[in-house]
């Protein structure tokens, strides 16, 4: 799959969104659909989502 794909649909989220409104576009330079990865991979794509998540719902660490 070509990348440029991904980004281009990342723009199309972000102009049809609500103004201010973040479109989380995470790009892995390994490929594959997911199986495989590392633990250490998969708690950086669970940390950007949480933290993404959060962000948005005002929520701030002690």
């Given at each position: 799959m070509n990348p440029?794909?991904?980004?281009?649909?990342?723009?199309r989220l972000q102009v049809a969104?609500?103004?201010g409104r973040p479109?989380?576009?995470?790009v892995s330079s390994r490929a594959?659909?997911?199986?495989?990865s590392?633990?250490?991979e998969v708690v950086a794509e669970q940390t950007d989502v949480w933290a993404l998540l959060?962000?948005?719902?005002?929520?701030?660490?002690p």
């Open positions: 440029a794909h991904s980004r281009k649909m990342t723009a969104s609500a103004p479109v989380l576009l995470r594959g659909d997911g199986m495989g590392s633990r250490s959060f962000e948005q719902l005002g929520m701030r660490a």
